[in-house]
């Protein structure tokens, strides 16, 4: 085929108002290029300053080319009857169709192959889909970006390796691919209709295929019979594991024979001869070791010692999936290698992480010209994902090629499970994880499946004795999110939607009504349904009348508000009451319904009726759990908090109802730390100002520590932090926090440009509030582009993932974080070199969780501010403070913008839990002198260090 592959550079995004500034386009037959054009323009207005740091093309630049009309009929005699095709095709698309309008041109700009479209389809996998990163990922030769040949030229080589990607499809996956691209472009169906013909199939072996999908082939776990359980060891023994955990530590141990270059560190001894101890002794352990100590090794060797011996698994949790993969990339390999293949480590995530076969092939079969584009190339990418996943896990896949609609319709959920009666039961991801689970010795899973587990009497994860929390520190957040629930009302809406929409002539109610209809089978279900899609109807307004009603508690300007006393006492509840009060008789009548349907499964005859009506099932039951929810919410539980959060923007607010523990030190004593063996918490920061005393309260373990059951101890950083880092307060920076937010952004943006100045870049800064760091980043980016530095703002200029990407791909950049960024980034060498925390990062006193837990301890005579407030404020000082030194050679400085630090009594306690750091306080301009003289005699590294990563 022949195409024309256009890039157009603009001055904007709306074709009625931004003028075009460069055409380029190529005529690509075969797949090699055949011809080129090249343009640009002259446009109307001055051109913007950001477009002129984007693309580098100035008013001098364009001042003598021809006009807009002039360039594009010239390019309307190249394109001729050609198809067109560009990476964002829409947004070419709609430049040229306005102006063929506006200048009568002969351009026929319809039906397009959008090489975005085609890369988020056949790369599903890749974090970002945008040009420049394919270019950079995929090594792509590329001439530059954000001008109009390079671009094309980029986009040329990319459709070239996506055609070599969909030709290794399996010949069923390509028709699939074909037939739902007919649905949305003839164009694109054309293209991988072609690819079908000069396919060369996949690699053999690889793939499975059940009823026309076709998915990685699983591999078939040791059944749980087959492991023959050791005798339990004795005391002996016991102790013998325990001096073989430090033994394979050593220098010159097996560790340090099978990794070149491993250096036995004091720290990740002395941890492992905690762990081990606390394992063998049936203890628990509290450990705090920093970055660099090597502490997953730490507890991952005596964990497998202890498993292979006794025969029961022992469970490490993270927070993170980095950490997960870390250990399941990094750390288990070598230990296969000390310990052999018998070593067997599965990681198991919650249920919605893993994607249904059934539902994916029910969509994929559902699908017509009425379903969304965006879903139907969501569909597509899935089918190729399923080619490659290893796990069919959502991680595995990239949010901009399915997005979290679809993803919701095709997750795996127990209420939807049809179990042993799917065709797809036996390659079942989730199943398929949880086989091999039950044989494995190391079970790899995070903070909020362990606390499914043991609410549901170990009905998630295979029994166990022996726990690991690695990130312990966010285990009382996780509790406390858990243990309590959340209600949205886009979730709400999108279920009612769901089960009904189009007046009840679509919908999972009306889909089962015409399934019935097709068998033949009459009777009170069928009039049931039909009963049923009006009640859907009729609770749906009611329950958006109560969501109406918080709404209206929430006060102007505030996006929470605790739902307390006083709230029970005005119009809003009462209204609440009230909308919900109307909902019951409608509810009963859907619990029946659900009843029905339920019982019906046994009589269906086949899977595939059985899969569908089990999903109305479930889509149903979500959906009254959801108002039983709700209804709890009327009642008030001494031991809970209840509160509102409203969103605006858009054509309506969302509005989410939240109940959560005031206390889950009790809970987490009761469920946890009692009935286990021994739980291993460890993180980098546990203790606040070298004491566990806050862990050990927060967490419920005072008892355990009183019996001697606890093992607290601090293991020693590798890390000279007195010779590596630098912590400096300018002693003349205002009062940020009762500033103006633009006058605060102002002063912090003169100060930031400065500092990134000295440090050439390669700044990470801290934010405590969202709404300055966008202020501060919308004054910013001028004074930092003028010294040649980028900008990168959270949820600005994109997600948190993309950001790192980019500043690593660009190290001369600064990079604005809140929350998120506080921990769990990891950049090692001259990536980073300078961090800036705006404020010292206390929890909002507001936040009505935090204000509850303020309000107990001040009611039980406690200084509620010590024993809560200051400690959390600590522990996440200290996590911002991680993310600078990442090895021995890192060196860099920290400047605090709180003079909090050294002019409150309580501002010592902070810089104490840094071992090293002592504030050196000075006018700011003295202090950007003092960090450039200290970056200047730092080590250049020739390499930008290891990738940018999330990390503990």
């Known amino acids: 085929m022949e195409w024309i592959i256009v890039d157009l550079e603009t001055t904007g995004l709306d074709p009625e108002r931004a003028d075009i500034l460069e055409v380029g386009a190529l005529r690509v037959r075969g797949g090699e290029m055949v011809d080129a054009f090249h343009a640009l323009v002259r446009p109307e207005r001055p051109i913007p300053d950001d477009i002129t ?398 606390m499914s587990d043991l609410s549901s009497d170990h009905h998630v994860l295979p029994k166990y004795e022996h726990l690991v929390v690695d990130e312990a520190h966010h285990l009382e957040e996780q509790a406390t999110n858990h243990l309590g629930f959340e209600v949205h009302s886009g979730v709400m809406a999108a279920l009612a939607h769901r089960l009904v929409r189009d007046r009840g002539r679509a919908g999972v109610l009306a889909e089962v009504e015409r399934l019935l209809d097709e068998l033949h089978m009459r009777g009170a279900v069928i009039d049931g349904l039909e009963e049923g899609k009006e009640w859907v109807g009729t609770v749906g307004a009611e329950v958006d009348a109560a969501f109406q009603a918080i709404q209206a508690y929430v006060p102007a300007g505030q996006s929470e508000v605790r739902l307390d006393g006083a709230w029970r006492q005005s119009e809003s509840f009462q209204a609440y009451r009230e909308a919900l009060d109307q909902t019951k008789a409608g509810v009963k009548r859907l619990q029946e319904l659900r009843a029905r349907l339920a019982d019906l499964v046994k009589s269906l005859p086949s899977d595939d009726h059985v899969g569908r009506v089990v999903d109305a099932v479930g889509f149903l039951g979500a959906w009254l759990d959801g108002i039983a929810r709700m209804q709890d919410v009327l009642t008030e539980g001494p031991d809970d908090v209840t509160w509102a959060e409203v969103q605006t923007g858009g054509s309506r607010a969302r509005v989410s109802l939240h109940r959560a523990p005031i206390d889950v030190a009790r809970v987490l004593k009761q469920h946890l730390f009692d009935p286990l063996r021994s739980v291993i918490l460890t993180s980098a920061t ?64 003169a100060s930031i440009a400065h500092l990134a100045e000295a440090s050439r870049g390669r700044m990470l800064v801290l934010f405590t509030s969202h709404a300055l760091l966008r202020e501060t980043a919308r004054q910013a980016r001028g004074p930092l582009a003028e010294r040649g530095l980028s900008l990168l703002a959270q949820d600005v200029d994109g997600s948190r993932a993309a950001l790192l990407e980019a500043f690593r791909a660009h190290p001369e950049s600064v990079m604005f974080g809140a929350q998120t960024f506080w921990e769990g980034i990891d950049l090692p060498g001259d990536q980073l070199r300078s961090l800036v925390i705006v404020r010292l990062p206390f929890a909002p006193p507001t936040h009505p969780v935090t204000a509850a837990r303020l309000e107990r301890l001040q009611a039980s005579g406690q200084n509620a501010f010590r024993a809560l407030s200051l400690p959390e404020a600590v522990v996440r000082f200290r996590q911002g403070v991680g993310r600078l030194i990442r090895t021995k050679q890192d060196r860099g400085v920290i400047v605090v913008f709180d003079k909090r630090m050294v002019t409150q009594r309580y501002g010592s306690m902070f810089w104490k839990s840094i071992p090293g750091l002592r504030p050196r306080v000075m006018p700011e301009r003295q202090l950007v002198e003092e960090v450039r003289k200290f970056l200047r005699d730092a080590p250049v590294f020739s390499e930008h260090g290891a990738p940018a990563a999330l990390s503990p």
């Open 53 to 450: 740091r984007l693309t580098g093309l100035t008013d001098a630049d364009v001042a003598g080319a021809p006009s807009e009309r002039e360039v594009l009929m010239r390019f309307a005699e190249f394109v001729g009857d050609a198809p067109m095709a560009g990476h964002h095709w829409a947004f070419e698309r709609s430049f040229l169709l306005h102006r063929a309008a506006r200048y009568g041109l002969p351009l026929h700009p319809g039906d397009g192959l959008c090489t975005l479209s085609l890369a988020r389809i056949l790369a599903p996998r890749l974090m970002s889909h945008r040009l420049e990163y394919l270019a950079r990922r995929l090594r792509l030769p590329a001439e530059g970006s954000h001008r109009a040949m390079a671009d094309a030229r980029t986009a040329h080589h990319l459709l070239v390796r996506l055609e070599e990607k969909a030709r290794r499809l399996p010949p069923g996956v390509l028709e699939l691919l074909a037939g739902l691209a007919g649905l949305f472009s003839p164009i694109t169906a054309a293209w991988f209709e072609q690819v079908l013909r000069l396919h060369e199939g996949p690699q053999a072996g690889r793939l499975e295929e059940r009823h026309g999908l076709y998915y990685t082939k699983p591999d078939l776990p040791q059944k749980a019979d087959e492991r023959a359980a050791p005798p339990t060891p004795d005391r002996a023994k016991l102790d013998e594991i325990v001096q073989k955990a430090k033994d394979l530590l050593i220098p010159g141990g097996p560790l340090a024979t099978s990794m070149p270059g491993f250096e036995a560190r004091p720290g990740q001894l002395a941890m492992v001869e905690a762990v081990a101890q606390a394992l063998a002794e049936g203890k628990h352990a509290m450990v705090e070791a920093g970055t660099g100590t090597g502490k997953s090794l730490a507890y991952l060797v005596p964990a497998a010692l202890i498993a292979m011996a006794t025969g029961e698994p022992v469970v490490v949790s993270t927070h993170t999936l980095s950490l997960q993969d870390q250990i399941a990339e990094r750390d288990f390999p070598l230990l296969r290698r000390i310990f052999g293949d018998e070593l067997r480590m599965v990681v198991q995530k919650g249920r919605n992480n893993y994607v249904c076969l059934r539902k994916v092939r029910s969509e994929a079969r559902l699908a017509t010209m009425a379903t969304p584009v965006e879903d139907i190339q969501g569909i597509m990418s899935l089918l190729v994902w399923l080619t490659e996943t290893p796990d069919g896990t959502r991680e595995t896949l990239s949010k901009s090629s399915v997005g979290p609609g679809l993803w919701a319709r095709v997750q795996s959920e127990s209420e939807s499970c049809i179990h042993r009666r799917c065709p797809f039961f036996q390659p079942c991801y989730y199943f398929r994880t949880k086989q091999a689970a039950q044989a494995a010795h190391l079970i790899v899973t995070n903070h909020s499946l362990v």
């Open 686 to 749: 546990l203790a606040v100002n070298g004491e566990f005393e806050f862990a050990i309260r927060k967490l419920g373990l005072e008892e355990h520590a009183r019996d001697d059951r606890l093992i607290a101890r601090t293991v020693p950083s590798p890390f000279a932090m007195d010779k590596q880092a630098r912590l400096y307060i300018p002693s003349d920076v205002p009062d940020i926090a009762s500033a103006p937010p633009e006058e605060a952004a102002n002063w912090l943006t």
